[in-house]
């Protein structure tokens, strides 16, 4: 079993920036695929960005060119850099991840940390 926890949330204001946090703990050898969901109040949970053990990243149209995911395989650790936040990016942030190549359906993991609350003043 894979443990998750996210940290880095906050309130902002349009325009700022913002770091998340998965640090993944257990089973890491394990990880193929490590992924960031969002969900807003009263919508369902979204893809944000995906990354593969092998390198590959995907990002969600809504956030390229603002978000930023990178690993440090060391620390068990990814990280979403968000720039440019905006209030419709409030949300709860998961990180997610499975034992295989997983794609953009929450349903395809079985790992996931409680989330993290970010949110975004106009």
């Known amino acids: 079993q894979v443990q998750l926890v996210e940290s880095g949330g906050g309130l902002v204001q349009a325009g700022d920036s913002l770091r998340l946090s998965c640090a993944a703990s257990?089973?890491?050898?394990?990880?193929?695929?490590m992924t960031w969901f969002r969900q807003a109040p009263g919508k369902e949970r979204e893809f944000v960005v995906l990354?593969?053990?092998?390198?590959?990243?995907s990002y969600a149209d809504f956030v390229k060119g603002r978000f930023t995911m990178s690993r440090d395989n060391a620390k068990n650790t990814v990280y979403l850099q968000m720039t440019s936040l905006k209030p419709e990016d409030t949300a709860v942030y998961y990180c997610?991840?499975?034992?295989?190549?997983?794609?953009?359906?929450?349903?395809?993991?079985?790992?996931w940390g409680q989330g993290t609350q970010v949110t975004v003043s106009s």
């Open positions: 997610a991840t499975d034992s295989g190549f997983r794609g953009r359906m929450p349903t395809q993991y079985s790992n």
């Open positions: 257990g089973r890491t050898s394990s990880i193929y695929t």
């Open positions: 990354s593969w053990s092998n390198g590959f990243t």
